[in-house]
């Protein structure tokens, strides 16, 4: 089971990106909904009308999907869950995904997410992770994250899965905070690649690796005419070289996990304010 919730797990909208382009590759169909009317604030995620020719056609209510993706040649097939984070009863919400994935079989549970980082676009997209136990950590080459503070849903989904003895892996990618307003497909495409690794299924993601290549011109155009933006992307390059000692091109795992926490900190006071 692959998982990936829009909101405050989701800079550059990179999870969301990514779990979508590994149900267009594979055509996954849509076979169940989890309504969120329970677990949300409404007024803050309301629900949608669609038009056609001008009429209402139907109120589209926020809810959590599950996709079916039949992988021929993978080892495994895959459910792809996505949706809004719950704002209401995370408890709840979780042992509903628990118990669907106890029912469907699942042998794990696989979540995405981004974060806001002091990481260059120029550079490869770090990701970061942790699995639910240091055996599976070690076997997938994780670093366990001494990470204390708030949580989001899928911290919240992970200790479910614990407690019901489901193995879990989370996945998170650093995005550039110079860029955060706009989607990320190259953090997107690094989260698929992870995925592939550990799942062992391959996805066709030509739309994404075009989307990355776009993107990485438009943001490049950006930046060179932007003096001081410029300055500020050299500065992260020669910081990041620096933290790593001229051996690799992506932050250590000490720097990620300092990352994390102030992007979380900063998502707390912002929801405070």
């Given at each position: 089971?692959?998982?990936?919730?829009d909101g405050?797990?989701?800079a550059?909208d990179?999870?969301?990106?990514?779990?979508?382009?590994?149900?267009?590759?594979?055509?996954?169909?849509?076979?169940?909904?989890?309504?969120?009317?329970?677990?949300?604030d409404?007024?803050?995620?309301?629900?949608?009308?669609?038009?056609?020719?001008?009429?209402?056609r139907?109120?589209?209510?926020?809810a959590t999907?599950?996709?079916?993706?039949?992988?021929?040649r993978?080892?495994?097939d895959?459910?792809v869950v996505?949706g809004p984070e719950?704002?209401?009863?995370?408890r709840r919400?979780?042992?509903t995904l628990?118990?669907?994935?106890?029912?469907?079989?699942?042998?794990?549970?696989?979540t995405?997410?981004?974060?806001?980082a002091d990481?260059p676009?120029?550079?490869?997209?770090?990701?970061?992770?942790?699995?639910?136990?240091?055996a599976?950590?070690?076997?997938?080459g994780l670093?366990?994250?001494?990470?204390?503070?708030?949580?989001?849903?899928?911290?919240?989904?992970h200790?479910?899965?614990?407690?019901?003895?489901i193995?879990?892996v989370?996945?998170?990618?650093?995005?550039?905070?110079?860029?955060?307003?706009?989607?990320?497909?190259?953090a997107a495409?690094?989260?698929?690649r992870?995925?592939e690794s550990?799942?062992?299924?391959?996805?066709d993601a030509e739309?994404?690796?075009?989307?990355?290549?776009?993107?990485?011109?438009q943001v490049?155009?950006?930046v060179q005419?932007?003096?001081d933006?410029?300055?500020?992307?050299e500065q992260?390059?020669?910081?990041?070289?620096?933290?790593?000692?001229?051996?690799e091109?992506?932050p250590?795992?000490?720097?990620?996990?300092?990352?994390v926490?102030?992007f979380?900190r900063?998502?707390?006071?912002?929801?405070?304010?």
């Amino acid at each position: 089971m692959v998982c990936a919730f829009d909101g405050w797990n989701d800079a550059g909208d990179s999870a969301s990106l990514a779990v979508n382009a590994i149900v267009d590759s594979f055509g996954g169909n849509e076979f169940a909904r989890i309504e969120m009317e329970p677990f949300l604030d409404l007024r803050e995620t309301r629900p949608t009308i669609r038009l056609v020719d001008g009429e209402v056609r139907e109120l589209v209510w926020p809810a959590t999907t599950l996709s079916e993706v039949f992988s021929p040649r993978a080892p495994r097939d895959l459910i792809v869950v996505s949706g809004p984070e719950p704002a209401l009863s995370w408890r709840r919400y979780c042992e509903t995904l628990v118990e669907l994935a106890e029912t469907l079989g699942c042998s794990m549970v696989v979540t995405l997410g981004a974060f806001l980082a002091d990481v260059p676009h120029t550079h490869p997209v770090p990701i970061a992770g942790s699995a639910s136990d240091p055996a599976l950590s070690e076997r997938l080459g994780l670093v366990p994250s001494n990470y204390e503070g708030p949580a989001g849903i899928t911290s919240a989904l992970h200790y479910s899965c614990s407690r019901a003895g489901i193995p879990s892996v989370s996945l998170w990618a650093a995005v550039p905070h110079y860029i955060a307003a706009m989607p990320n497909p190259k953090a997107a495409l690094a989260l698929v690649r992870r995925m592939e690794s550990l799942t062992g299924v391959i996805v066709d993601a030509e739309a994404l690796e075009s989307d990355a290549v776009e993107q990485e011109r438009q943001v490049e155009q950006a930046v060179q005419h932007d003096s001081d933006l410029r300055g500020f992307v050299e500065q992260l390059e020669e910081a990041a070289a620096e933290e790593n000692d001229g051996e690799e091109e992506i932050p250590t795992g000490d720097s990620i996990e300092r990352d994390v926490q102030r992007f979380l900190r900063q998502r707390d006071a912002g929801d405070e304010a």
